[in-house]
Protein backbone atom coordinates (compact mmCIF):
# COMPACT_ATOMS: atom_id res chain seq x y z
CA UNK A 1 0.00 0.00 0.00
CA UNK A 2 2.34 2.44 0.86
CA UNK A 3 4.51 1.87 -2.81
CA UNK A 4 0.96 2.81 -4.56
CA UNK A 5 0.89 6.07 -2.35
CA UNK A 6 4.88 7.01 -3.01
CA UNK A 7 4.34 6.32 -6.81
CA UNK A 8 1.24 8.55 -6.84
CA UNK A 9 3.05 11.34 -4.82
CA UNK A 10 6.19 10.62 -6.95
CA UNK A 11 3.58 11.58 -10.47
CA UNK A 12 2.87 15.03 -8.85
CA UNK A 13 6.31 16.53 -7.69
CA UNK A 14 7.78 18.78 -10.05
CA UNK A 15 11.38 17.97 -11.73
CA UNK A 16 13.13 19.78 -8.95
CA UNK A 17 11.03 18.29 -6.03
CA UNK A 18 11.88 14.79 -7.70
CA UNK A 19 15.63 16.19 -7.63
CA UNK A 20 15.59 16.95 -3.86
CA UNK A 21 13.88 13.86 -3.07
CA UNK A 22 16.70 12.17 -4.95
CA UNK A 23 19.37 14.25 -3.21
CA UNK A 24 17.66 13.53 -0.03
CA UNK A 25 17.80 9.66 -0.26
CA UNK A 26 21.48 10.06 -0.99
CA UNK A 27 22.80 11.99 1.30
CA UNK A 28 20.22 9.49 3.59
CA UNK A 29 22.25 6.58 2.51
CA UNK A 30 25.59 8.36 2.73
CA UNK A 31 25.18 9.46 6.38
CA UNK A 32 23.73 6.31 7.42
CA UNK A 33 27.27 4.93 6.35
CA UNK A 34 29.12 7.29 8.34
CA UNK A 35 26.69 6.41 11.33
CA UNK A 36 27.84 2.60 11.15
CA UNK A 37 31.17 3.55 10.62
CA UNK A 38 31.75 5.55 13.47
CA UNK A 39 29.99 3.61 15.93
CA UNK A 40 31.68 0.68 14.92
CA UNK A 41 34.74 2.99 15.47
CA UNK A 42 33.68 3.85 18.94
CA UNK A 43 32.31 0.74 19.66
CA UNK A 44 36.00 -1.26 18.99
CA UNK A 45 37.99 2.02 20.97
CA UNK A 46 35.99 1.34 24.13
CA UNK A 47 36.48 -2.11 23.62
CA UNK A 48 40.33 -1.71 23.28
CA UNK A 49 40.48 1.04 25.63
CA UNK A 50 38.58 -1.49 28.25
CA UNK A 51 40.92 -4.50 27.71
CA UNK A 52 44.08 -2.83 28.06
CA UNK A 53 42.71 -1.46 31.39
CA UNK A 54 42.99 2.14 30.05
CA UNK A 55 39.39 3.23 30.18
CA UNK A 56 39.53 5.78 33.13
CA UNK A 57 36.79 8.50 32.49
CA UNK A 58 38.80 10.49 35.26
CA UNK A 59 41.01 10.50 32.87
CA UNK A 60 40.63 14.30 30.92
CA UNK A 61 42.29 12.24 27.58
CA UNK A 62 39.65 9.20 27.82
CA UNK A 63 37.27 11.62 28.01
CA UNK A 64 37.73 13.97 25.62
CA UNK A 65 38.39 11.12 23.14
CA UNK A 66 35.24 8.59 24.13
CA UNK A 67 32.27 11.48 24.74
CA UNK A 68 33.89 13.30 21.12
CA UNK A 69 33.03 10.43 19.44
CA UNK A 70 29.83 10.35 20.76
CA UNK A 71 28.72 13.67 19.97
CA UNK A 72 30.04 12.79 16.68
CA UNK A 73 27.28 10.20 16.24
CA UNK A 74 24.91 12.80 17.59
CA UNK A 75 25.43 15.25 15.59
CA UNK A 76 25.55 12.70 12.44
CA UNK A 77 21.94 11.52 14.42
CA UNK A 78 19.99 14.64 14.27
CA UNK A 79 21.72 15.71 10.58
CA UNK A 80 20.33 12.24 9.38
CA UNK A 81 17.03 12.66 10.94
CA UNK A 82 16.47 16.13 9.48
CA UNK A 83 16.79 14.24 6.00
CA UNK A 84 14.64 11.78 6.74
CA UNK A 85 12.12 14.31 7.51
CA UNK A 86 12.91 15.95 3.73
CA UNK A 87 12.64 12.27 2.72
CA UNK A 88 8.95 11.34 4.26
CA UNK A 89 8.09 15.07 2.52
CA UNK A 90 7.29 16.25 6.60
CA UNK A 91 9.16 19.70 5.43
CA UNK A 92 10.34 20.78 2.13
CA UNK A 93 13.48 21.94 3.02
CA UNK A 94 16.08 21.28 6.38
CA UNK A 95 14.55 23.13 8.57
CA UNK A 96 16.43 26.17 10.38
CA UNK A 97 15.88 25.48 14.18
CA UNK A 98 17.29 21.63 13.18
CA UNK A 99 20.80 23.39 11.60
CA UNK A 100 20.77 25.60 14.85
CA UNK A 101 20.45 22.44 17.60
CA UNK A 102 23.27 20.67 15.28
CA UNK A 103 25.62 23.45 15.26
CA UNK A 104 25.02 23.80 18.87
CA UNK A 105 25.88 20.40 19.23
CA UNK A 106 28.75 20.80 17.63
CA UNK A 107 30.15 23.59 19.62
CA UNK A 108 29.04 21.47 22.93
CA UNK A 109 31.04 19.00 21.08
CA UNK A 110 34.23 21.12 21.02
CA UNK A 111 34.07 21.84 23.89
CA UNK A 112 34.19 18.42 25.50
CA UNK A 113 37.32 17.78 23.29
CA UNK A 114 38.29 21.03 23.79
CA UNK A 115 42.21 21.12 24.73
CA UNK A 116 42.84 22.51 28.73
CA UNK A 117 45.69 24.72 27.46
CA UNK A 118 43.27 26.58 24.88
CA UNK A 119 43.40 30.18 24.76
CA UNK A 120 40.49 32.17 26.76
CA UNK A 121 40.01 34.11 23.38
CA UNK A 122 39.23 30.96 21.78
CA UNK A 123 36.80 29.93 24.69
CA UNK A 124 35.16 33.14 25.14
CA UNK A 125 34.77 32.86 21.55
CA UNK A 126 32.91 29.80 21.16
CA UNK A 127 31.25 30.57 24.41
CA UNK A 128 29.69 33.75 22.72
CA UNK A 129 29.24 31.73 19.80
CA UNK A 130 26.85 29.11 21.76
CA UNK A 131 25.14 31.95 23.37
CA UNK A 132 24.07 33.31 20.15
CA UNK A 133 23.08 30.01 18.59
CA UNK A 134 20.86 29.41 21.93
CA UNK A 135 19.33 32.67 21.62
CA UNK A 136 18.10 32.63 18.15
CA UNK A 137 16.99 28.88 18.74
CA UNK A 138 14.68 29.82 21.74
CA UNK A 139 13.58 33.32 19.92
CA UNK A 140 12.61 31.15 16.89
CA UNK A 141 11.32 28.35 19.27
CA UNK A 142 8.86 31.32 20.86
CA UNK A 143 7.85 32.44 17.36
CA UNK A 144 7.02 29.00 16.21
CA UNK A 145 5.09 27.63 19.56
CA UNK A 146 3.17 30.22 21.56
CA UNK A 147 1.30 27.81 23.45
CA UNK A 148 5.02 27.01 24.94
CA UNK A 149 5.93 30.84 25.24
CA UNK A 150 2.85 31.52 27.06
CA UNK A 151 3.55 28.75 29.52
CA UNK A 152 6.41 29.78 30.04
CA UNK A 153 5.35 33.40 30.66
CA UNK A 154 3.00 32.28 33.01
CA UNK A 155 5.75 30.32 35.19
CA UNK A 156 8.27 33.29 34.83
CA UNK A 157 5.32 35.54 36.53
CA UNK A 158 4.24 32.96 38.91
CA UNK A 159 7.77 33.04 40.57
CA UNK A 160 7.88 36.82 40.42
CA UNK A 161 5.24 36.75 42.58
CA UNK A 162 6.09 33.83 44.95
CA UNK A 163 9.81 35.65 45.61
Known amino acids: MK ?3 YRLQWRVLTFYERFEQIIAHILSVVIS ?11 RAVIALT ?3 ALDPLDH ?3 QAVFGMVMTLLIAMEFKHSITRVMLRRDHIVQVKTV ?5 LAIARKFIILDPATDPGRIAALAAALIALGSVYWLMRQRDDPVDAAIAERAARDREKRD
Open 51 to 53: LSG
Open 3 to 5: LDE
Open 100 to 104: LLVAM
Open 61 to 63: AIF
Open 33 to 43: VIIVVSLWQLI
